[in-house]
Nanobody
Framework: QVRLVESGGGSVQSGGSLRLSCTAS????????MGWFRQVPRKEREEVAT???????SYAGSVKGRFTISKDNAKNTLYLQMNSMKAEDTTMYYC???????????????WGRGTQVTVSS
């Protein structure tokens, strides 16, 4: 089973920046849709951003204009650049992937274990 591994989490002050990375355990792992999710305790998991294989991206309203999702196909690595960070961005961030297109309702079936992001005010 392919594993996704996140990195880049940490602590930052409000207004600061972090960049998360996500790589697959197998070099030849290819999917049509990858995304970043976050889970705040006692709240529903939020889809932060998605990246379609053709380059189409989507963002949650709460991060639009501050976060940027991108993918380096040569490195098979997904990124999430987070700028102008706020205290409410504090939580675990997870990388996920699925072979279907992002617009399809099939769930993401490949997940990482998450990386903690903490923003102090």
């Amino acid at each position: 089973q392919v594993r996704l591994v996140e990195s880049g989490g940490g602590s930052v002050q409000s207004g600061g920046s972090l960049r998360l990375s996500c790589t697959a355990s197998e070099d030849n792992f290819r999917t049509n849709c990858m995304g970043w999710f976050r889970q705040v305790p006692r709240k529903e998991r939020e889809e932060v951003a998605t990246f379609e294989s053709g380059g189409t991206t989507s963002y949650a309203g709460s991060v639009k204009g501050r976060f940027t999702i991108s993918k380096d196909n040569a490195k098979n690595t997904l990124y999430l650049q987070m700028n102008s960070m706020k205290a409410e961005d504090t939580t675990m961030y997870y990388c996920a992937a699925k072979r279907e297109a992002c617009a399809f309702q099939e769930p993401f079936n490949y997940w990482g274990r998450g990386t903690q992001v903490t923003v102090s005010s």
